[in-house]
């Protein structure tokens, strides 16, 4: 993969969004690079356009990361409660933040 090319997918407002969506698309098998992260020390100073943290995959996972990333714009997630803590957890997410369990053994089929 050192040889691949890496393209810009998504600008992310802060560091928490971009761990976030890194989460998301990497529990897709998209690898993702994240950069900017070491500006937001300097953020009194900074425009916060220059802040942001830069989602990057590589040219061949753009498309599918573009996808993704579009679903969670449109907030198409829903959340879902864990049926082995109870635990409310956000659409996005594909484990319980609480236990840790698979969110496909909390949802009816």
Not at 27 to 32: A, Y
Not at 84 to 93: D, R, S, T, Y
Request: aromatic share 8%; hydrophobic share 40%.
């Amino acid at each position: 993969m050192a040889n691949q090319q890496w393209q810009c997918v998504y600008s992310a407002g802060n560091s928490l969004e971009a761990h976030s969506l890194k989460g998301l698309l990497e529990n897709t098998g998209i690898s993702v690079r994240l950069t900017g992260e070491a500006l937001a020390a300097a953020a009194g100073e900074l425009p916060m356009s220059v802040i942001e943290v830069q989602l990057w995959v590589t040219v061949s996972q753009w498309q599918q990361a573009l996808v993704v990333i579009e679903g969670y714009l449109r907030n198409d997630y829903h959340d879902w409660h864990c049926k082995h803590c109870g635990e409310v957890n956000q659409g996005q997410f594909e484990l319980c933040w609480q236990c840790q369990h698979d969110r496909e053994e909390s949802l009816d089929h």
